[in-house]
């Protein structure tokens, strides 16, 4: 059976830890999206010597491959201002929808996690996930995360670039950031990650009770 997750929301809002986890706790695929955007602005930045040009990113994207989303410092800051930038560009979109279409048309379930995956990419998904959290937890996670990694930053540079990508993502003409009409709306602000996990995961096991109901035989 083809059942498809889809979850989105701002960057550090937790929305790709609750993903992986319901992946794994269903047997479902698992893709983040933004690290179709990473790996292609990446890609693009290398090949324009530090300059991410709109007409470059859009010939990576028409090439990339799954082997590119295993390349190192996907995860990095500039990795992330890169997608960002990548992501703003029509062509590079068109060009990653073709890929995140077939997966999200695996048999077994898939789950996908990004920016416009129920309002875009998987309008027809079976469960819409919107999470969120509020400007001062996500820059801690965030910034957590990039100390772990050996990055020197603060709190307060990692709130003002959270800030600039969300106006960014929020403000493009070409799918932009929002709340799919008929999403679940979770806020992680006050949530352990297991709590929002498990938030997640009953929205889901609800959604497909009714599906297998509906299945034939």
């Given at each position: 059976m083809r059942f498809v997750v889809a979850i989105d929301g701002p960057a550090a809002a937790g929305k790709g830890?609750?993903?992986r986890a319901v992946a794994e706790r269903f047997?479902?695929?698992?893709l983040?999206?933004?690290l179709l955007y990473?790996?292609?602005g990446t890609k693009a930045l290398e090949q324009g010597n530090?300059?991410?040009d709109a007409g470059v990113a859009a010939l990576?994207?028409?090439e990339l491959t799954p082997a590119d989303l295993e390349a190192d410092g996907l995860r990095d800051a500039i990795a992330a201002r890169a997608a960002s930038k990548a992501a703003a560009v029509p062509e590079v979109r068109k060009a990653l929808l073709d890929f995140q279409h077939r997966f999200a048309a695996l048999e077994g379930g898939a789950v996908l996690d990004g920016r416009d995956i129920g309002t875009v990419i998987c309008p027809d998904a079976d469960v819409k996930l919107f999470v969120i959290a509020n400007d001062e937890t996500r820059a801690r996670r965030r910034h957590r995360e990039l100390l772990q990694r050996g990055e020197d930053t603060t709190v307060e540079q990692v709130m003002a670039d959270l800030r600039s990508r969300d106006a960014r993502d929020a403000g493009r003409a070409d799918a932009p950031t929002r709340q799919a009409e008929d999403a679940h709306l979770l806020d992680t602000t006050e949530?352990?990650?297991d709590a929002a996990v498990d938030k997640a995961a009953q929205i889901i096991e609800q959604a497909l009770d009714r599906a297998q109901k509906r299945a034939p035989g």
């Open positions: 830890t609750i993903a047997g479902f695929a698992h983040d999206t933004g990473r790996a292609v530090g300059v991410l990576v994207a028409a949530l352990a990650i």
